[in-house]
């Protein structure tokens, strides 16, 4: 075992209590999860990073901490006071805050870390619990008889149980982990504290007015973002990523990456808001709204040709024609699969067969390729339990190549490399629920429920290509926004 008992302690606490937030028909069971889960998460996350040089040095400086201490607790009452009157306000404002990254640096170095994510979840999770302490409801309703979700015909029920044992694996199976640090990092920075968002949306009741107000937020970051980065290729100046500049000197094309350290998050975050507008042009009948659909879609994809994301292009062209097959179905398949002829053609004409390392850079390829062979090849050598959580990057620097970018860019490969085929049957069995749960059950009669599905379908399809499925928080909003539209419909 090559976690301490603390930190495998730790792991079990923290993801087992999520779990339980996700699996909670009581609202108070609910909630003392919750509670328990945004607790671990820091101190977990603490623990690991303590003696880091970079960490010794922040927490020497009394007055820094005291400021930053004061500064948080002031942001998370505040936005707990707003969510205690205005509960319907979170889901909004999640949506929105999803890709917002904020650079932090901490001893000379810069991290990028979804502070207002955080603070939003830290605030609803307040505002829960004063509600409770005063003898309101809680963090929301009791949903049926028992403590927690049984399985039952429902798949919703089926998705609820897999999401938390994906949590119990991921904290399991970093007992043996080659990177247990990293681990670490994924569990408290982003499946732990997504999994608590994902319990507070489901308690929210989605009426059209409050998906119209969602979408118009969604909408207005994703036109901030896309016009950011118009300025950027202007310019020919960059934010937050000195090494993406350099590379850019290197070309003849420039990328951008506008508020995020990588273009291709970028790319992925204007196509799910493309795709979100797209399903309300293809739902209504409403000029305005088509006429503002058609504006942020041009808008927006100006900026996607500018990133240059081959990943992200694909992904937005899957969602559309996910929504052009559920909306009009075998039109839309057949429509589909003439773009997609197109398209293939396009992009394999244009890309080529890279032979230099300038050519794979700028091919198709992009020089992923021995990343996901060399995960293919660290799966087969342990195929069962893999290398562990977290693990691929130390995994294939050991066993593979000690190489620069160490990340397979490949969300199932990665799977199957570190958690092996235990871990891999559970990915395969989420996304499988996760299908079934947004694509069936009653048909809503707003475009939410087909603008989610097929949000989640650029979700998927960009994990095949850069990975990060689990550990974004889009993943987990879009599956309890399914969840919920599933369950209650707007009226």
Known sequence: MTASSWELAGMLAGCGAAALAILARDPRLRLGAIAVAMTIAPVLVAGDVWHQPRVVLFREDTAQVAAVAVAAVVVVLALAVLLARFPAAFGVLALALLPLRVPVEIGGETANLLIPLYALIAGAVAAALWTTWRGGSGAGRDSGPGAVVGLSRDPASW????LALTLVAYAVQSAYSRDVSNAIENAGFFLIPFAVMFALLLEIRWSRRLLTAALVAVGAMATLFAGIAIYQWVARDLFLNSELLESNQLHQYF??????FDPNILGRYLALAITAGAAVVAWTDDRRAHAAGAALAGFALVAVGFTFSITS??????????????????????????????????????????????ERDRGFDSGRGDLVSGGLELADERPVAGWGSGSFGVAYWEEIEPVRMTISHAEPVTVAAEQGSLGFLVYVALVVAAIVVLFTGRDARTPARPAVAACFVVMLVHSFGYAGFAIDPATWALLALGVSLRE???D
């Open 159 to 162: 998705l609820r149980w897999i």
């Open 313 to 358: 292009v694909a992904a937005l062209v899957a969602g559309l024609a996910t929504l052009a097959v559920i909306r009009w179905r075998i039109r839309g398949a057949a429509l589909t699969a003439a773009l997609g002829v197109a398209a293939a053609a396009v992009f394999l004409g244009a890309g080529g067969v890279p032979s230099t390392d300038l």
């Open 488 to 490: 209650r419909p707007p």
């Open 255 to 260: 990328r951008v990456n506008s508020l995020f």
